[in-house]
Nanobody, 115 residues
């Protein structure tokens, strides 16, 4: 099992930046898939980006060129750097992983993009 804790959310103006962190309760060296998701009220949770141990990275079309996912295995942490934020990026952001077919989620961190 692994516990995940997100941080770094907040209120930012359009065009601004935030960096989200996802701290794991144990080493993530053996954890291949680490993903960032987001959800707004009334909508399904969507995958924003993921990163694997092998360096494979994927981004949703809506965030390509603006968001960057990275991981620091030594710190057991995954990051999501978000630049050029738009109001439509407003959501609760979650990190997640899958271990032996079981999904583990953090509690989420609110990101609000508004002037």
């Amino acid at each position: 099992q692994v516990q995940l804790v997100e941080s770094g959310g907040g209120l930012v103006q359009p065009g601004g930046s935030l960096r989200l962190s996802c701290a794991a309760s144990r080493s993530i060296e053996s954890i291949n898939f680490m993903g960032w998701y987001r959800q707004t009220p009334g909508k399904e949770r969507e995958l924003v980006a993921h990163i694997t141990n092998g360096g494979s990275i994927m981004y949703a079309d809506s965030v390509k060129g603006r968001f960057t996912v990275s991981r620091d295995n030594a710190k057991n942490t995954v990051y999501l750097q978000m630049n050029s934020l738009k109001p439509e990026d407003t959501a609760v952001y979650y990190c997640a992983t899958v271990q032996r077919g079981v999904a583990f989620w953090g509690q989420g961190t609110q990101v609000t993009v508004s002037s």
